[in-house]
Nanobody, 111 residues
Framework: QVRLAESGGGLVQPGGSLRLSCAASGSIFGINFMLWYRQTPGKQREWVATSSRDGITNYADSVKGRFTISRDNVNGMVYLQMNSLKPEDTAVYYC?????WGQGTQVTVSS
């Protein structure tokens, strides 16, 4: 079974950018939909973005125009480019596909 591991989180000032990576232990070509979610303490996990195997993408309204999801099926990588970050983007970010979840990476947007 494929395992997922996120990285790239950190502390960034409002208006800044971060690029999250999700590394799979194998090819993700067989996984049609790869997604990013995020979660803050006391709240339900929130869907952020989806990429199909063919590169069709969808975004939550809260991140549309600021975040970009992409994937490298052969090398088993999924990315989330986050621009114009806001304090409300602060959360633990998770990637998932086929109901397999990574451990998450913390993103903190603060001055």
């Amino acid at each position: 079974q494929v395992r997922l591991a996120e990285s790239g989180g950190g502390l960034v000032q409002p208006g800044g950018s971060l690029r999250l990576s999700c590394a799979a232990s194998g090819s993700i070509f067989g996984i049609n939909f790869m997604l990013w979610y995020r979660q803050t303490p006391g709240k339900q996990r929130e869907w952020v973005a989806t990429s199909s195997r063919d590169g069709i993408t969808n975004y939550a309204d809260s991140v549309k125009g600021r975040f970009t999801i992409s994937r490298d099926n052969v090398n088993g990588m999924v990315y989330l480019q986050m621009n114009s970050l806001k304090p409300e983007d602060t959360a633990v970010y998770y990637c998932t596909g086929n109901n397999i979840w990574g451990q998450g990476t913390q993103v903190t947007v603060s001055s």
